[in-house]
C-alpha cells in the first residue's frame, strides 16, 4: 500500500517556474515507478512524466519536453516535477501517480494516486 500527498502547486505567471512535491508512505516506495498527471477543468488525466524506481530513466509527454523534469529521492520517499517556462494551457489539477509499471501513460491503469494540487498560470 502507497499513499501519496502532493504540495508545492499554485499561481505563477507565463513563462515562471514552479515544483511540485508528493510524499510517499509506505515501505514499498523504492519498488514503484512514480508518475505525474494532470487534468484540465473538463478535459481527460493526460500523463506528463514518468521516472523509473531507480531514478535513472525518465520520459515526458510531448507536450512538457524541455521545460519539466521529474526527479526522486528513494531516501526521502519524495518524487519531484520542477516545471519552468509555465504556459497558461499547463494550468491543471497535478496528480501523483505510483506504479509498478514504468510505462504509466494509461491513467486508468495506475496503482495509486495522489489527491492532486492546483497549478494555474496566468497570461
Known amino acids: 500500500q502507497v499513499q501519496l500527498v502532493e504540495s508545492g502547486g499554485g499561481l505563477v505567471q507565463?513563462?515562471?517556474s514552479l515544483g511540485l512535491s508528493c510524499v510517499a508512505s509506505g515501505r514499498t516506495f523504492s519498488r514503484y515507478a512514480m508518475g505525474w498527471f494532470r487534468q484540465a477543468?473538463?478535459?481527460e488525466r493526460d500523463f506528463v512524466a514518468a521516472i523509473s524506481w531507480s531514478g535513472g530513466s525518465t520520459y515526458y509527454?510531448?507536450?512538457v519536453k524541455g521545460r519539466f523534469t521529474i526527479s526522486r529521492d528513494n531516501v526521502k520517499k519524495t518524487v519531484y516535477l520542477q516545471m519552468n517556462s509555465l504556459k497558461p494551457e499547463d494550468t491543471a489539477v497535478y496528480y501523483c501517480a505510483?506504479?509498478?509499471s514504468f510505462l504509466m501513460r494509461d491513467p486508468t491503469k495506475i496503482d495509486y494516486w495522489g489527491q492532486g494540487t492546483q497549478v494555474t498560470v496566468s497570461s
Open 14 to 16: 507565463a513563462g515562471g
Open 41 to 43: 477543468p473538463g478535459k
Open 61 to 63: 509527454a510531448d507536450s
Open 98 to 100: 505510483a506504479d509498478p
